[in-house]
């Protein structure tokens, strides 16, 4: 029997990069993935993706920093699929170039606080409580390296709304624990996405490599197997750790 089969799993921010490797591996190891994005062609390329591989999608879109939204994704969710036991808030970004705190507008701030803690916070606020009633789930946040090991050419709203959702995600494990629901993090350093490779010239990937002991950048089956540990039984008494999948570039 897979890993995950028959469970229920909601992956934000799924229709590329790292959020699509996540579900894409859930599916071949039998979870039911519900997809998420706002870009609908991508999120139903990786629907198909999943589908002509035998697995079971659904695609839902929705704004993350909404409430109403939020909520809504979870009862289509719910209703399509069944219970969720499986949340990856995946969803986040980075708006705001490394620069002087003083010279970053209020605006900026706000929006990548909100594209990522605050996503963060409204999905798991809405699916917690079902988990809550039936004993029992399973919750992966994503933060970054960059709230791991900060630098003067760390984006400063994007580390502090990353590491906001690391002690976000360990109260959450504190608060849930008792209803047996395991609540853990994934801090990557750079990984190729599709983005990634087509944003960072060849040169800068290099020196990116030479900052890592094992010689190369992540890609998001990288991540995507750190995720399905921490939502497998193997890791069934790990709650409420941030787990660095970095190349062995931080050691905290």
Avoid at 87 to 106: K, Q, R
Wanted: include cysteine.
């Amino acid at each position: 029997m897979s890993a995950l089969t028959g469970r229920v799993a909601v992956v934000t921010g799924s229709s590329r990069g790292i959020g699509a490797g996540i579900a894409q591996l859930f599916a071949r190891e039998g979870a039911k993935v519900a997809l998420h994005g706002r870009d609908v062609e991508a999120l139903a390329a990786v629907k198909t993706a999943i589908e002509r591989s035998g697995g079971t999608a659904i695609a839902v879109p929705a704004e993350t920093t909404s409430w109403n939204q939020v909520d809504q994704m979870r009862r289509t969710v719910e209703a399509d699929l069944g219970p969720i036991d499986i949340l990856v808030a995946n969803a986040g970004g980075n708006l705001t170039p490394p620069g002087p705190v003083e010279d970053m507008s209020d605006e900026a701030w706000r929006a990548t606080v909100d594209i990522n803690l605050t996503a963060t916070f409204l999905t798991i606020k809405s699916v917690l409580p079902g988990m809550k009633q039936r004993r029992a789930g399973n919750i992966i946040t994503l933060s970054s390296a960059a709230a791991r090991r900060p630098s003067e050419r760390s984006p400063a709203a994007y580390t502090a709304a990353k590491a906001g959702i690391e002690l976000l995600t360990q109260i959450v494990a504190i608060q849930a624990g008792p209803y047996n629901i395991r609540v853990n993090c994934i801090a990557p350093e750079t990984i190729l996405t599709e983005r990634n490779r087509e944003h960072i010239p060849a040169a800068q990937q290099g020196a990116l490599i030479e900052q890592h002991p094992l010689k190369r950048l992540g890609t998001p089956q990288d991540i995507a197997h750190a995720a399905l540990f921490l939502a497998s039984d193997a890791a069934g008494w790990i709650s409420g750790t941030v787990l660095d999948v970095a190349g062995g570039s931080v050691l905290v």
